[in-house]
């Protein structure tokens, strides 16, 4: 039926990116409210969790369950056993992995960034391609990539990690034009784009510079009250918001509605950096 749908974690298609075995299990119900995935230790002595701590911005928070089997975790230096039934929850910044103390250890893994709606990216879809990534088959990978594409998913980190292949495989247009889809799905994916090395052969062409260039290079969202002070005065705005057709708090309702500051970025990131040293100041003070 429509409303729910029912499998056992031994249906779900097995995955693997050359690390840890896994199941798709979001991908596989197309949930879009969470993140949610099966990782599985084929032996004993397996890793099971690969080693990370969501250390970048906007990085989950995740809750891991032992569903079968018996895992010990190393959290943030600290080592414990962790037999089925046993919950483990990480915040962003906590370094973590987990082995498997027997065969078949599995654990469901949960995650969402704090505060944030949930935003489906992909990665998962873009695992099996991985081993062929790092072995630097670029080609292979974006021609495998690409068949993944076919249907145009509304997932962001997938259209970028073929992009980056792409790029190093020499297809300019085909990277270009999915480095654009992947903005167009999702703005997290914009910074990404100044220092990864992934982008470095297609970085000087106009077209990166234009439709995908780096955040310096577009202006920041409008969320500064500089513009709504000077639209009611009838000034104009220094970034061109058009304070003649939005009105004052033309700013504030221009971000409602998803639309951009249009005009000059680095007087927009300048200001923005100095309103974020004041509020890191304010909060220094009340803690």
């Given at each position: 039926?429509?409303?729910?749908?029912?499998?056992?974690?031994?249906?779900?298609?097995?995955?693997?990116?050359?690390?840890?075995?896994?199941?798709?299990?979001?991908?596989?119900?197309?949930?879009?409210?969470?993140?949610?995935?099966?990782?599985?230790?084929?032996?004993?002595?397996?890793?099971?969790?690969?080693?990370?701590?969501?250390?970048?911005?906007?990085?989950?928070?995740?809750?891991?369950?032992?569903?079968?089997?018996?895992?010990?975790?190393?959290?943030?230096?600290?080592?414990?056993?962790?037999?089925?039934?046993?919950?483990?929850?990480?915040?962003?910044?906590?370094?973590?992995?987990?082995?498997?103390?027997?065969?078949?250890?599995?654990?469901?893994?949960?995650?969402?960034?704090?505060?944030?709606?949930?935003?489906?990216?992909?990665?998962?879809?873009?695992?099996?391609?991985?081993?062929?990534?790092?072995?630097?088959?670029?080609?292979?990978?974006?021609?495998?990539?690409?068949?993944?594409?076919?249907?145009?998913?509304?997932?962001?980190?997938?259209?970028?990690?073929?992009?980056?292949?792409?790029?190093?495989?020499?297809?300019?247009?085909?990277?270009i034009a999915h480095l654009r889809r992947a903005?167009?799905?999702?703005?997290?994916?914009?910074?990404?784009?100044?220092?990864?090395?992934?982008?470095?052969?297609?970085?000087?062409?106009?077209?990166?510079?234009?439709?995908?260039?780096?955040?310096?290079?577009?202006?920041?969202?409008?969320?500064?009250?500089?513009?709504?002070?000077?639209?009611?005065?009838?000034?104009?705005?220094?970034?061109?918001c058009q304070p003649g057709r939005y009105g004052?708090?033309?700013?504030?309702?221009?971000?409602?509605?998803?639309?951009?500051?249009?005009?000059?970025?680095?007087?927009?990131?300048?200001?923005?950096?100095?309103?974020?040293?004041?509020?890191?100041?304010?909060?220094?003070?009340?803690?």
């Amino acid at each position: 039926m429509d409303g729910y749908a029912v499998a056992h974690v031994d249906e779900i298609a097995e995955m693997d990116d050359g690390r840890a075995p896994m199941r798709a299990v979001r991908h596989h119900f197309g949930i879009t409210a969470f993140g949610v995935n099966v990782w599985i230790a084929r032996e004993s002595g397996a890793r099971v969790i690969n080693e990370h701590d969501e250390s970048e911005p906007d990085s989950n928070e995740e809750l891991y369950l032992v569903l079968r089997g018996r895992a010990s975790f190393e959290v943030d230096g600290e080592q414990f056993d962790a037999p089925a039934g046993t919950f483990v929850f990480v915040r962003p910044g906590v370094k973590r992995t987990a082995f498997g103390e027997g065969p078949d250890t599995t654990i469901i893994a949960v995650g969402g960034v704090p505060g944030k709606p949930y935003e489906p990216g992909g990665w998962e879809l873009f695992a099996p391609l991985r081993p062929l990534y790092e072995a630097g088959d670029y080609a292979q990978a974006a021609d495998r990539g690409r068949e993944l594409l076919a249907g145009d998913p509304p997932y962001a980190d997938l259209f970028y990690n073929v992009a980056c292949c792409e790029s190093l495989a020499g297809q300019k247009d085909q990277a270009i034009a999915h480095l654009r889809r992947a903005i167009e799905l999702s703005e997290r994916t914009r910074p990404f784009l100044e220092g990864d090395s992934d982008l470095d052969p297609i970085r000087q062409d106009p077209a990166f510079k234009e439709r995908a260039g780096p955040v310096r290079q577009r202006c920041h969202p409008c969320q500064l009250r500089a513009c709504d002070k000077r639209a009611a005065r009838g000034g104009a705005c220094p970034r061109r918001c058009q304070p003649g057709r939005y009105g004052a708090g033309g700013c504030r309702r221009a971000r409602r509605r998803g639309r951009r500051c249009r005009g000059l970025s680095n007087l927009c990131l300048q200001v923005r950096r100095r309103q974020l040293t004041a509020a890191d100041a304010r909060r220094q003070t009340s803690d």
